[in-house]
């Protein structure tokens, strides 16, 4: 395994070469806007009560904290399909087990969500099941950049492309924790033998799965065959607006490879190398998954006036605006700039 810096290790290639202009994102809240949609109607009827909120300054474990509080309901009773960011606009649904004796007529919902801050009730319907992780169909991304600058006109064929063909699947450099920390902490536990606090180990054993992944997918995207079926592939038929076969890649955990030939090869040479966070994900007792290396982008509209370039589209359950805003900017988060400048203000 090579010299360990995490950092460094986070420099995946790009599938339509370096991004043609800069930017700034998440200058303020309203520049990210994110509305996740169920793809299914709450049947009206049931002992869960499904919320949709719009919140801002909150993540949503927060919001699921607070209306646990609010309703009296344990909170293993709160359920929600996604996470969604704390610096940005973002509307989701959750679900509250509730009997259908407690008064929950629109009204009522509404005045008792009201006292949470920085939320919004936009409607509340009862259904027959609690709403669980990733039962969501896909999110919709409303999104600024501000202090646009750079090569404006290669902008315009950059997006066709990416409308045309998607973006590498990528996991968004959120999942490895700031300069990669979570993966230094994975780096202790599989290789340096001190294992983490309980709390640590799920967000660990994602990271290092994410970061396989993406380490294979950035070969993958190096060679140009991110895109297209290979012989040796194991393809997945993808059904998010799209009726298309991509190739996949592994997410760690136990089981043989399943792939063959030259894939197989490329897969078994990336385990090689990261054998100890291979064999800690197998002995974690994760089994081995799929995920697809092509990102179909759903429904992309995007204007550029003066220096803010619009963007607008839909993405599948699990996927990353980010990893499409790469392939477009080199963008600065300003909301960790500003998050840590109110950090030193504060010492």
């Known amino acids: 395994m090579p010299a360990f810096s995490p950092k460094s290790l986070l420099n995946f290639h790009y599938a339509y070469g370096e991004p043609p202009i800069q930017g700034w994102l998440k200058e303020k809240p309203e520049h990210f806007r994110v509305d996740e ?108 950049l501000t202090q646009v600058s750079g090569d404006t006109e290669a902008l315009s064929e950059r997006l066709s492309f990416i409308a045309a063909n998607g973006v590498p699947n990528y996991f968004g450099l959120q999942r490895f924790g700031i300069e990669g920390n979570n993966l230094a902490g994975v780096q202790r536990w599989f290789v340096e033998k001190r294992p983490p606090r309980k709390q640590l180990r799920g967000i660990y054993l994602s990271a290092a799965r994410s970061f396989l992944f993406n380490r294979l997918l950035s070969a993958r995207v190096e060679e140009q065959s991110w895109a297209r079926v290979e012989e040796g592939d194991l393809p997945c038929q993808l059904d998010f607006n799209v009726n298309t076969e991509v190739p996949t890649g592994p997410l760690w955990g136990r089981g043989r490879v399943k792939t063959s030939g030259r894939i197989e090869k490329m897969e078994n040479a990336l385990a090689q190398e990261y054998a100890q966070w291979c064999h800690g994900l197998e002995y974690s007792g994760l089994q081995q998954e799929r995920r697809p290396l092509c990102l179909p982008i759903a429904d992309f509209q995007w204007s550029l006036q003066q220096q803010k370039l619009q963007l607008s589209f839909e993405l599948p359950v699990g996927c990353y605006a980010t990893s499409v805003i790469r392939e477009i900017a080199d963008y600065q988060d300003r909301s960790r700039w500003q998050a840590q400048t109110e950090k030193v203000g504060e010492g």
């Open 37 to 144: 949609f169920l793809g299914f109607e709450p049947s009206g009827e049931g002992e869960h009560l499904y919320l949709q909120i719009e919140k801002c300054g909150l993540n949503s474990a927060d919001v699921a904290q607070q209306l646990a509080k609010t309703f009296a309901v344990r909170l293993l009773d709160v359920g929600y399909a996604g996470m969604k960011d704390k610096h940005a606009v973002t509307r989701q649904w959750f679900s509250l087990y509730l009997p259908k004796t407690i008064p929950t007529d629109m009204e009522s919902v509404r005045l008792a969500v009201a006292p949470i801050q920085n939320t919004v009730l936009i409607t509340a319907q009862r259904h027959s099941q609690k709403l669980r992780r990733g039962q969501h169909q896909g999110n919709r991304f409303n999104l600024q």
